[in-house]
């Protein structure tokens, strides 16, 4: 079993729409969970972070995180041409050693 | 700032050939990571150094040595490079303790392109 696992798209949406992203991680102790942009060619970069249950806002920009669920989402309002790139679900487990483990990513399409 | 500086960015190689991949991060960081991402496999971890002095295996360590040269310096080694790393490179690093540990982020290097023909 993946430790982070994401759907691989590829996600197309309208200008203006709503992108929807989703995440699910197997190790329920969890600490961490991080949302990563990469242009294609370029290093990921970081987007937000998110540790407690609920929603976080950011600009356009919402994580939301349900621990019960083991399930990491973020959400990309009013999108923009701008927003195409892979978006990488990461997640800190918090132990010792290696901590972070990426899902694979999903590639977001915004359609002009 | 610099954050993470990698060198070189794109590379060439015969197969067979060896080189050392370069990296450096200025923000006191302990820990440090490789990994490489290749078409639809995601950022795969080759090796980590959780402190200056020690590392440890990912998940695709054959082919490759590492060194933690000191805090700041954590490099790739091929030995003897063959076409199936051909792969982006990607050195990271994050603050792994102290106050808020577990929030900080993992910072990364623009990328190593490296091709083995």
């Known amino acids: 079993q993946k430790e982070v696992e994401q759907n691989s798209g590829p996600l197309s949406v309208p200008e203006g729409a709503i992108a929807s992203l989703n995440c699910t991680y197997s190790d329920r102790g969890s600490q961490s969970f991080f949302w990563y942009r990469q242009y294609s060619g370029k290093s990921p970069e970081l987007i937000m972070f998110?540790?407690?249950?609920g929603d976080k806002e950011d600009g356009r920009f919402t994580a939301q995180l349900n621990k019960a669920s083991q399930y990491v989402s973020l959400l990309i309002r009013d999108s923009q041409p701008s927003d195409s790139a892979t978006y990488l679900c990461?997640?800190?487990?918090?132990?010792?050693?290696?901590?972070?483990?990426f899902g694979t990513g999903t590639s977001l399409t915004v359609i002009p | 700032n610099a954050g993470v500086t990698q060198t070189p960015k794109f590379q060439v190689l015969k197969t067979g050939q060896s080189m050392t991949l370069q990296c450096a991060q200025d923000m006191n960081h302990n820990s440090m990571y490789w990994y490489r991402q290749d078409p639809g496999m995601g950022l795969r971890l080759i090796y980590y150094s959780a402190s200056e002095g020690t590392t440890d295996k990912g998940e695709v360590p054959n082919g490759y040595n590492v060194s933690r040269l000191n805090k700041r310096e954590f490099s790739l080694r091929l030995e003897s490079a063959a076409p199936s790393q051909t792969s982006v490179y990607f050195c990271a690093s994050n603050r792994d303790r102290g106050v808020g540990w577990s929030n900080q982020p993992q910072h990364f290097g623009d990328g190593t392109r490296l091709s083995i023909l």
């Open positions: 998110i540790y407690s249950n």
């Open positions: 990461a997640v800190n487990k918090g132990n010792t050693g290696n901590q972070f483990y």
